[in-house]
């Protein structure tokens, strides 16, 4: 509007924090959020930023390049020969059968064959941005359905590759002749023969994988021995940098290049640093790419055609959610997990930005196509959140839970003293433990698939959303006496606490916290018995190092107990301040000073007798002595 960057950060920093915050206020993705205000401060209703917010969109991308890096660095060979069958097998399914569907469509609506094969390319990726963002806020990523939906957006990632190789076979030597008609031309692929434009693209490929094993390591290995940590945030960011260009400048994907990158360097012994030094980063540019994509849905393109694009984008969403539906079904999903997938990936992805490009680029795509597919994809993006939503608060719990009622719930029947909510990897020790002494548990997990893996080993679990009433009541929660919530999500966690302590005051819960901060909101809806995941195991590490210095164990086990009765009463005197406040600063210092006096006065006062079982080796060496000394 200005033309100032400072005015368009203000801009875009404004509108990030205000309807983000709205979003999170109720309960919604902060996708939606950043959709939102990419609307509002786009060309079409406060116009803030540029041109049909093409310009910044391709500005934006380097969130979704940064994004792909870092999934390509998760991505270890080894580990991903290891989900070759899952990755290829459901993400192969998924982008065949959604490419055949969708040219089958566009071919109805007389779209040319090349243009119904390329549109139907970019309809059959989704967005591993908006998707990914959307599973690790939900805590998602370790479920069935994330790891499928993991696997199906990896195998996009990849197959995107082949699918720029062959749109430029689709071109006829008259459109490649007048390609430089278009605003867009001026890449490498513009100025090769047809014939060469493929080779291009695989030698882009291989001079990417080679670099990354003969110049970034030792480069990296080199910045690494200078001890500036500055500089390994400059060479991390360089090295996306310039991958990014190398690809922009063959006519490519500059994400894609990244992805390949990141794998490529997966296995090196910087993997973590550049990880942890470009994660910052990756999360606020993507947020600018979810504004960019809100500022760039064409509202004029809309009006004129609202039938058109409305009828194209509800077919399209079908297509996929029904490919979707039935690539779970093959791999023998449970309900649930099959409609999370099917509604997180049904929209079009940022790839399809770069398909489309590129086929515009080289004729195959008219202008009004050209027009019509980007609103479309824009619009797809825009409304999956939503669409999410619906899933999960009006079909689930009319719909996945029928799953549960299938499964002989009427052995909850068998009520127990002792309900234990959320069976992973914290829940599962907590039953294990129980069981060994003789105490079993009514377990109740949203995991379909870990409910059956779980059955198998031979526990007594069941499928249920500890969120609803009527399953607690179904498993006995009237009956018992402590119900266990050892789940990882605090605000489900917050929900079920609410809910029984409400309806059931009777039941003594017990309660798994991540940290402090959880513990804070806990205490303050009036909950006592916490259980930070972290505090005893931390713990149990220091108390090891202490004892293999030369400290007394018996002493240290007490100190260990005392540490715990202090940090639990000043975390209920903390919790009543807010956390942001400099008063709770001022507090919190003020307390881990007393703590520390405490601990350090209980120490000097030799709180214990000798007691050799729990004294280390050098220490009873030490008496063993003196006892034979005081015989002699």
Known sequence: MTGSILFDAIVFLLGAIICVSIAKRFGLSSVIGYLMAGVLIGPYVLGFIGEEGEDILHFAEFGVVVMLFLIGLEIEPKNFWNMRKTIAGMGGLQVAGTMLLSFIFFSLLDFEWKVALVTSMAVALSSTAIAMQTIKEKGLMETTFGNSAFSILLFQDIIVIFMLGAIPLLANTDAVSTTTTHENAGNLLDTLPMGYQTLAIILSVVLIIGAGQYLIVPMLRKVAQTGVRELLIASALLIVFSISSLMEYVGLSPALGAFLGGVVLSSSEYKHELESTLEPFKNLLLGLFFIAVGASINFVVIAKMPLTIGGILVAVILIKALVLFITGRVFKMKLDQKLLLTFSLAQIGEFA?????????????????????????????????????????????????????????????????????????????????????????????????????????????????????????????????????????????????????????????????????????????????????????????????????????????????????????????????????????????KELEEQERLLNEDFKRGIVEYDNHWDSESIRKVLEDQQKDNHS
Do not use: W
């Open 353 to 589: 930005f770069v398909l489309l490009s590129f086929a515009f680029q080289l004729n195959i795509l008219e202008q009004e196509q050209m027009d019509i597919l980007l609103v479309i994809t824009a619009l797809s993006m825009s409304i999956t959140p939503i669409i999410s939503i619906i899933n999960e608060r009006l079909i689930l719990p009319k719909i996945g839970t029928k799953e549960s009622i299938k499964r002989p719930m009427d052995h909850i029947a068998k009520s127990q003293n002792v309900i234990l909510v959320g069976f992973g990897h914290f829940g599962s020790t907590v039953g294990r433990f129980l069981r060994s002494h003789g105490i079993e548990a009514t377990i109740l997990d949203q995991d379909s698939n870990r409910v059956d893996f779980l059955r198998k080993m031979g526990f007594e679990v069941y499928y249920g959303d500890a969120t609803r009433i009527d399953l607690l009541e179904s498993a006995g929660i009237a009956q018992a006496k402590i119900l266990i919530c050892a789940i990882d999500n605090p605000s489900v966690t917050k929900e079920i606490t609410k809910l029984v302590k409400e309806k059931y005051p009777h039941v003594e819960l017990m309660i798994r916290a991540q940290n402090r901060y959880d513990a804070y909101e806990l205490l303050n809806m009036g909950m006592e018995n916490i259980y930070r995941e972290s505090l005893d195991t931390s713990l149990s590490l220091a108390k090891d190092v202490l004892s293999k210095l030369g400290f007394r164990k018996y002493t240290l086990n007490q100190q260990v107990q005392n540490f715990i009765k202090y940090d639990e009463s000043s975390l209920r005197r903390l919790a009543a301040e807010p956390v942001q406040d400099d008063n709770y600063i001022f507090k919190a210092r």
